[in-house]
């Protein structure tokens, strides 16, 4: 059974760099990180096909944010530069995308059946 496990959150100031983990237990196939701020709904960030290490970006992190692999880790990271307040949420790691289709966040949470517990990112001013 997958089990996904996230770490790597904090508070860093506007404008720095945080990189987040994701423990994946040795699945293979589509992994993405989503987040979720207070009153909003969970929205997908980025996606990588991990047999192939396709990635998509979610236009809003495109540029900023860079999700890779480590294999021999089976841990996926999420790579945030030029952090923006907006970006302070929950982030969560998930797995086995469901149905056919590209390893991409389009469709939602809905479309992922394993999931990791979370880790706050905070940006502050």
């Known amino acids: 059974q997958v089990q996904l496990v996230e770490s790597g959150g904090g508070s860093v100031q506007a404008g720095g760099s945080m990189r987040l983990s994701c423990t994946t237990s040795g699945y293979r196939g589509c992994v993405a990180w989503f987040r979720q701020a207070p009153g909003k709904e969970r929205e997908g960030v980025a996606s990588?096909?991990?047999?192939?290490?396709?990635?998509w970006y979610v236009a809003s992190v495109r540029g900023r944010f860079t999700i890779s692999q480590d294999k021999d880790k089976n841990t996926v990271y999420l790579e945030m530069s030029s952090l923006e307040l907006e970006d302070t949420a929950m982030y969560y790691c998930?797995?086995?995308?469901?149905?056919?289709?590209?390893?991409?966040?389009?469709?939602?949470?809905?479309?992922?059946?394993?999931w990791g517990q979370g880790t706050q990112v905070t940006v502050f001013s």
């Open positions: 990588i096909y991990t047999p192939s290490s396709t990635t």
């Open positions: 998930a797995a086995e995308r469901r149905g056919p289709g590209p390893c991409t966040v389009v469709g939602g949470s809905r479309m992922f059946n394993r």
